[in-house]
């Protein structure tokens, strides 16, 4: 099959005081090890930080190091009209970036207000980039910590407790507000219920990416007794307690209502993590997956048959390369595709343990997770880096990979104004959603 895509990875990232402990080594030789042969990171500014001194940095982080190649995305985490300018130099050919997200929690951190998030939403839809939205009411999380930390809640339970489902849902709801969308780390069954809702209404293309830790393990973990095991899996948005989620978002990876499988790799120490001792609003938000993305859908969803393999490779690859406008460059094998392939063995059985991963951070999510299937030879651009089992990455193999705009797969079918006259103008971009179908031919 096509090499993995990850459409969402967090390297070297400095959050809530912390650092990731997966640098760019270190993360895209675990991507290697697990199947993934491209990964797309997350260029956060600061608030007030030029979006492009910011991508330079990343770029200085990353090249040199990437073991695969790359591309980036660029948080827009403030608003003003240089920020625009930015945008659009950053979609130029120059810097190759098509797409662009936007936080709707984080309330003291990233998060924009719904103007400000409009109007970035309004300009990716006039540069044909993408928008992305982390969907979740910033102001009710903030509330609702306020609340429980003044009733005694501190411990990393009181993480879920303060966004539930709805927080989810609610955000996602308002999010698909007339333009093409790109709803990174869906996390719960209404949050994939009200993007269904608002394909009914709207048009353009409402583009879904779950998280291989929805679909490998569940909330009950923030109720374990140990905190580091507990905070370990605070991410946001969280792990549901509803014991039906898992399988759920493999049944909608496969019936298309979610189109993509990332990781949101961000992953911290113990160490890190114990900086929310005694305040879970402290614990530094991220989990594991990127070197056991495909195995755990494989396992969850291919072998429990919610899934055919074709689609399996269309949700982990093909997809992202479709929507990131790299396909058939990447996400396909065929004659002038890069090299990237992955020999999968689908009897290959292994226990997936901290003990034995490639990633730097001392936790994995899936621990104990025992699973039949996993890459067996690995070819990144053409050079065999898991051998037999055997990891022979390279150090700065990687190349960046720009991204162009104007995705086909976000873009094409553009309505004129004449066939939809009533169309305000910020409505008016993208039209057809074409999530796709199973590709017959593997990508
Ligand atoms: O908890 C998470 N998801 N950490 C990474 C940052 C983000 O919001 O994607
Ligand atoms: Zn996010
Ligand atoms: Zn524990
Ligand atoms: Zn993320």
Redesign the pocket.
């Known amino acids: 099959m096509p090499g993995g895509i990850d459409p ?1 990875t ?1 390297f070297e ?1 400095e ?1 809530m005081g912390a650092k990731c402990a997966d640098d760019f080594y270190k993360g895209t030789r675990a991507a290697v090890a697990g199947g993934t042969t491209c990964v797309i990171d ?1 260029v956060l500014p600061q608030k007030g930080q030029s979006l492009l001194e910011a991508y330079n940095n990343w770029r200085e982080k990353a090249d040199g190091k990437v073991c695969c190649d790359y591309g980036l995305h660029v948080g827009v985490t403030w608003w003003s009209p240089a920020v625009k300018k930015e945008m659009q130099q950053l979609t130029s050919e120059q810097y190759g970036v098509n797409s662009f997200k936007m ?1 709707m929690a ?1 309330k003291d951190a990233w998060m924009l207000d719904d103007y400000d998030l409009y109007c970035a939403m309004e300009t990716c839809a006039e540069l044909k980039a993408l928008p992305q939205v ?1 969907a979740e009411n910033g102001h009710i999380i903030a509330r609702n910590t306020e609340k429980l930390l003044a009733k005694g809640v501190t411990g990393p339970e009181g993480h879920q407790l303060s966004r539930d489902e709805e927080v989810e849902a609610e955000a996602v709801n308002r999010a698909c507000a007339g333009a093409p969308l790109y709803i ?2 869906m996390m719960s069954k209404s949050a994939v219920r009200a993007l269904q809702l608002a394909r009914t209404r709207q048009r353009h293309a409402l583009i879904g990416e779950t998280l291989a830790a929805t679909v490998g393990t569940d909330g009950t973990h923030y109720g374990n007794a140990c905190f580091r095991h507990a905070a370990a899996h ?3 948005p969280p792990l549901r307690p509803d014991p039906s989620t898992p399988q759920a978002m493999c049944e909608a990876l496969a019936d298309d209502h979610l189109q993509l499988i990332g990781s ?1 790799n ?1 992953t911290f120490h113990e160490k890190d993590k114990q900086l929310g001792k005694g305040n879970f609003s402290k614990i530094p ?3 594991n997956g990127v070197e056991d993305r495909m195995a755990i859908l494989w396992q969850k969803a291919v072998n429990t048959g919610i899934m055919d393999p074709c689609r399996f490779v269309a949700v982990t690859s093909s997809n992202a390369a479709k929507v990131f406008n790299i396909w058939p460059q990447k996400g396909r094998i065929a004659v002038n595709s890069d090299a990237d392939i992955v020999v999968w063995d689908p009897k290959l059985e292994r226990t997936i343990s901290a003990a034995n991963h490639k990633q730097a951070v001392d936790f994995n999510i899936f621990e104990g997770q025992h699973v039949v299937g996993s890459p067996q030879y690995v070819v990144v651009n053409g050079r065999v880096c898991l051998d037999d089992g055997e990891l022979r990455v390279v150090e700065g193999f990687g190349k960046f990979l720009k991204t162009p705009v104007e995705s086909p797969l976000i873009y094409d079918g553009h309505q004129s104004q004449e066939e939809a006259p009533h169309r305000p103008e910020f409505l008016e971009a993208p039209v057809r959603v074409t999530n796709g179908t199973p590709s017959p031919d593997l990508g």
């Open positions: 969402h967090h990232l959050m997350f936080f984080y982390h990174v780390h605070v991410l946001s949101d961000c938000n991220g989990v």
